[in-house]
């Protein structure tokens, strides 16, 4: 790699790390966990939901997170599970930005250090 290579390797990272900040800084609030929804059967002996799968009641909608090591599961109701389904969904794009600036910090690690070091020897 030569300095105009690293040089332009090097000015692609920066370029993608903003626009990578950028989409963090445009994020709303995030939650942990995972979001499912599930239809449950009652307590009622009678009720149909019991003999027909499609008649059970629900969706529930259902936050899954650790708790001090422990799945805890939690009912959510009306805009508290639809602003969790946002805050998971935010969270789920967080963690694929951060894995995204990991991947080129890789990229840019070569091409910063060899520009650095040349850097430094026409300063010397
Ligand atoms: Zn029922």
Redesign the pocket.
């Known amino acids: 790699m030569n300095t105009e290579e690293a040089r332009k390797i090097l000015d692609d990272c920066l370029e993608k790390h903003k626009s990578l900040l950028e989409q963090v800084s445009a994020l709303g609030f995030i939650a942990q966990g995972s979001i499912n929804e599930r239809y449950l059967?009652?307590s009622?002996k009678n009720?149909?939901?019991?003999s027909d799968p499609s008649?059970?009641?629900g969706p529930y909608v259902y936050w899954t997170t650790k708790v001090q090591g422990k799945t805890v599961s939690r009912i959510l109701k009306g805009e508290t599970a639809e602003l969790m389904r946002q805050w998971v969904a935010n969270r789920i794009e967080l963690d694929s930005i951060v894995e995204q600036l990991r991947q080129l910090s890789v990229k840019a690690l070569e091409p910063s250090v060899l520009l650095m070091q040349q850097e430094r020897e026409s300063t010397d």
Do not use: M, P, W
Request: aromatic share 0%; glycine share 0%; proline share 0%.
């Open positions: 059967t009652c009622s009720c149909s939901c019991h008649k059970r009641h």
